[in-house]
């Protein structure tokens, strides 16, 4: 099962300044507001703003690709060439996320929410 890209997050430097941004830009305030993420949920999509690239060191956008079973779409990528840049772990409250490459170099995320 494959639910399409719902989630992008964005590596930010000042969060404050790129908070105002985005609020303004999707026309809500954040649903998430700490300073280690900031995140808007607006019309099923969820954008967050991840404070110097947070601990996977983002340096650019990435599109999270919503999945039935983040450990088969995991070993189905690598089958075909993905590499993986972040293994398979849990971010809290039962949603496990993971990063690839594809041969290019370009990050693509996976997301599967287990609750």
Do not use: C, I
């Amino acid at each position: 099962m494959n639910d399409g890209v719902k989630t992008l997050l964005h590596p930010v430097a000042d969060l404050d300044r790129s908070k105002a941004v985005y609020a303004a830009l999707l026309g809500t305030q954040p649903q998430n507001d700490s300073q280690y993420y900031v995140g808007f949920d607006v019309a099923g999509q969820h954008v967050g703003l991840v404070p110097g690239g947070g601990p996977q060191k983002m340096t650019s956008p990435v599109a999270y690709w919503h999945v039935g079973d983040l450990e088969s779409k995991l070993t189905e990528l690598t089958a075909a060439g993905a590499a993986v840049l972040e293994p398979a772990h849990d971010v809290g409250g039962g949603r496990l996320v993971a990063t690839v490459t594809d041969p290019d170099g370009n990050v693509l995320g996976l997301l599967e929410d287990r609750s």
